[in-house]
């Protein structure tokens, strides 16, 4: 079964139900953290605003007085905790970034201001904790019995709810329940992020300031770490490793050789993708789960009579032959994550290199045998750029 | 014999005596004085040897934007060995893969006794011969004289930019890599060399990039392109301008859609496969299908394989003679791990046959390739199908002979897209594959 039937098949289980399909066991945002809905739009007088917070009226401003109402509602880069910001769609943040960037740092819009850009930053993680589309959010977790297109609009998640608040109301049940077991490692980080924002802020730092060359390059390394370990975060899901199976990201199969520490895998599809080098986390049993946990590495790939064999080091409990076992790809390594983003700034902060600082380089120049000049002298493709 | 260009020769000695006169370096490198050096052949070709020439004489940054069959890993290699035994320099290599770094260190193993290749503890054992292999403690170069110490990048970023400092960083397939790891690789020299195909598939990125949407210098592009837009006074670009395993017609087709900065020009000696029937298979040609199921429709993947199948057995000459083709001379590349994973089943009785995703294949090349066209199934193209990296990469794996596997479809579909720099790249492909498409029957 290929996953476009997969999909298709809890769309169609959801339009026999006449109701949403989980995609997920979990919720796929971390709890916590206090929330405020926000919808910006257009107006004739620049941008308009509405926003509640759980239990609260909703208020309304437009331009700069946006900033005020979100201050009222606690909305702070001096407040003890951030809020998550929830919307519907994708062109409320930016227009609040807008107002932000327009604002006077030194009034008292500068605190919302900062905090907004706090948002503006972390919206690019995956938690959730930070900005909360609460479209997408409920996408991920369920399926409706709808073309998919029909899914990204508000309306069809919060059929029947004549409240404009409706997205407070879905944030609370998209949330609801366990969440994703690795989501609470992207939310320490979130909240480290804020500590730093707050610090920056109280340095008198201008969050408007574009990234330097190390602060952007440790920017990306974080995005790739969060994305990294959302992406491990969803595979520790038992629905989603279901759909998994279809992509070729977790693996079930049987052992049909074991030698040592050393299993051959014989692959129920051809289209896994591990490879040789892959590190792996694996349980003795089906995609939903098992007792008999192992960790290991992909040594060798083939293809025998038709079927894919994978060969297994594996670490920790030893699968016997003809177990039926399921693999994946290994969770990253939180610890090594931060030990990599430490290097990083460790590099960029020695500021040694002109490619580090961003400064133009100064060359230092060498002698040349005449013979290496001479021979490179005929050369048509080399171009200075100075 | 060759003859040098006169105003070529004294613009480098312009550039020679000038530069002797700006600085010099921190560790004053200790040159080998005689001419003879293993990897002296980087001076045979001036492409090469003026590589060598930049880096040698301290330009801060050299980019090698480089054709597809170019000889990236041998000027990686030779030019790695030449400044460490001839310059007496001490030099970085990073590498983006493990097995990259496993194939430049045996090169360089062949090349120079000084050679390291820094491998971390976990995993499987380096596939290295000749090169002394060491971990993060024992990596140390020579306390005098010269040395290359090879790893791949992520394992330098693990790394003490003070222990293992260089004179120069050598970065292969440099447009795989960021322009934020560059600037790790940064703190451990003050010279970078940038190697790489600036066709191919861009580095592997998993977070978002939103936040730099628009900059020309944002982290996650490749790191020769931002480094030019970042330090262009500062860099020297040298072209290699050959292409050793392309011939003439996929050359044609390939450098002015995927390289319309880097001209080049195909010096692969004549190849060329002979079908059963004693026809001159055509050097790159396709077959249009007719395609109802999307990507995943049977009759695409089953049609590759079969041209597969068909390509064994029939006779390959090359310059050292005509032998036949075996399942080890074919190459499927498919844009799709299931589809790849299909043409392997039904492939599997010919297990020599590579089948794999462009991102698999990268940096491979065999006598022939069958190709599935990216967007084969496709009715609404998307950024995934269109990426010319992928496509470039998929053009370019064969010597002798490809067939692209398409959709009859496609080429409605493209004329039907928004207009975009990737939808004019795949529309001048597919008018080199069918320029007589408007007389099709497209019911």
Known sequence: MSVEWFDLGLRLAARERGGPVERLRHAPVAPGAARVWVAASEGASGVQVRAAVPGGPVGRADGGECLDLLGALGVSIAAPEPVTLVVEDESTLPALVAL????????????????????????????????????????????????????????????????????????ELVSAGSPLPLLAVLVEDELASWEYAQTAHAEGRDWRHPDGTGRAALGLRSRCDAADVYAAALLSDPLYRERAVHTGHVVIGRVVEASGRRIGVECARLDARL??????????????????????????????????VLSVAVVGALPGHGDAVTLHDAPPNVGGQVSGRSRYRWHYAARRSWLTTGRAPVAARREVPLSVLVAGASDDGQEDQR | ?????????????????????????????????????????????????????????????????????????????????????????????????????????????????????????KGSPPPVQSVRVVGGVGARFPATGGGVIVATTARWIYADHDSLGCDVMLVDEAWQATYADLGCLGAFAAQVVCVGDPGQIAPVV????TRWEGSATAPHLPAPTALLAAHKDAVTVVRLTNTWRLGPQTTALVQPAFYPDLPFTSRRPPEHITDRDGRVLPEITARPLPVRGGPSDPVLVSECATSARALIGTQLTTAEGTRD?????????????????????????L????????????????????????????????????????????????????????????????????????????????ASFYPDESSWDTT
Not at chain 1, 131 to 155: F, H, I, N, T
Not at chain 2, 358 to 365: D, I, P, Y
Not at chain 2, 385 to 394: I, K, Y
């Open chain 1, 275 to 308: 490879r040789p080098g892959s590190q792996v986390h694996g349980w003795v049993g089906g995609v939903a789960g098992g007792s008999l946990t192992f960790g290991g590495e992909v040594l060798a790939a083939s293809v025998n009579g038709g079927r894919l």
């Open chain 2, 351 to 430: 297990p020599g046959v590579m089948v794999g995703t462009a991102n698999a294949v990268q940096g491979m090349e065999r006598p022939a390739s069958v190709v599935l066209h990216p967007l084969a199934g496709y009715r609404d193209p998307a950024g995934f199908g269109l990426d010319p990296g992928r496509a470039c990469v998929m053009l370019s794996r064969h010597r002798a002979h490809a067939l692209v596997v398409t959709d009859r479809a496609t080429g409605a579909v493209l004329n039907h897209a928004e207009p975009s720099e990737s939808i004019r790249i795949h529309q001048h492909v597919w």
């Open chain 2, 1 to 121: 014999m060759r003859t040098m260009p006169p105003r070529a020769v004294s613009g480098l000695q312009e550039r020679a005596t000038a530069s002797s006169a700006v600085s010099v370096p921190s560790r004053a490198p200790e040159a080998v004085s005689g001419p003879l050096w293993r990897a002296r052949e980087i001076l045979d070709d001036p492409i090469t040897a003026g590589v060598l020439y930049s880096a040698w004489s301290g330009d801060p940054a050299v980019i090698c934007p480089a054709a597809p069959g170019a000889g990236k890993t041998r000027l990686v290699a030779l030019l790695a060995a030449s400044l460490a035994d001839r310059a007496g320099l001490r030099v970085g290599v990073a590498a983006q893969t493990r097995e990259q770094a496993a194939e430049i260190a045996n090169r360089l193993g062949r090349l120079t006794d000084s050679a390291q290749l820094l491998w971390g503890r």
């Open chain 2, 206 to 209: 998993t977070g978002s990039t």
């Open chain 1, 100 to 171: 932000a960037r327009a604002s006077d740092p030194a009034s008292s819009r500068g605190v919302v201001a900062a905090h907004v850009g706090w948002w503006a930053e972390r919206s690019d993680f995956p938690s959730g904790r930070a900005v909360l589309d609460v479209v997408q959010a409920c996408r991920s977790r369920w399926v409706l019995g709808l073309a998919p297109s029909a899914e990204r609009s508000l309306s069809v998640w919060a059929q029947g709810v004549e409240d404009e608040r409706a997205p407070l109301m879905l944030a």
């Open chain 2, 325 to 349: 083709l075996t399942d080890r001379d074919v190459m499927v590349v498919c844009p799709h791990v299931s589809q790849a994973a299909a043409v392997r089943a039904l492939l599997a009785d």
